[in-house]
């Protein structure tokens, strides 16, 4: 088998050339050879597509996922989108005692955990 590399050219300007050459595509007679042509050819089903990369762990076809760690310590952004509410709520529940956090400064911030169990009504509050 001639490899492209072998021959300096695309396959595909290889191919087109070839079909170009020996084949007429706009008779019926000719789109007839290349259909035949395809079905027989070796290999023809399944298609393989050969991926190298420099990264041996590459894996094509599959993939991995790995959640993000979650902070210990939340914003009122992050617990308002813990929670599934509005930020404003977070800091009206704050403000009012009823969700455990602690003021640092101007800031509102929010124990995960205690907020979790907060929600689950395992905590005073």
Avoid: C, N
């Avoid at 070839?18 to 042509?37: C, F």
Wanted: glycine share 8%; charged share 25%; net charge negative.
């Amino acid at each position: 088998m001639i490899t492209t590399h072998a021959v300096g050219a695309a396959k595909k300007d290889l191919v087109a050339g070839l079909v170009a050459r020996y084949v007429d595509p706009d008779s019926d007679d000719g789109l007839h050879a290349l259909r035949r042509l395809g079905a027989e050819a070796p290999g023809a089903l399944p298609r393989r597509v050969v991926v190298e990369a420099d990264d041996p762990q590459l894996v094509v076809g599959h993939h991995s996922f790995r959640p993000a760690d979650l902070p210990d310590v939340l914003t009122p952004a992050q617990a308002a989108t813990l929670l599934q509410v509005d930020e404003d709520a977070v800091l009206a529940l704050a403000e009012e005692g009823r969700l455990p956090g602690r003021r640092i400064g101007d800031e509102w911030r929010f124990a995960r955990a205690a907020v979790v169990a907060w929600l689950s009504g395992d905590a005073d509050g």
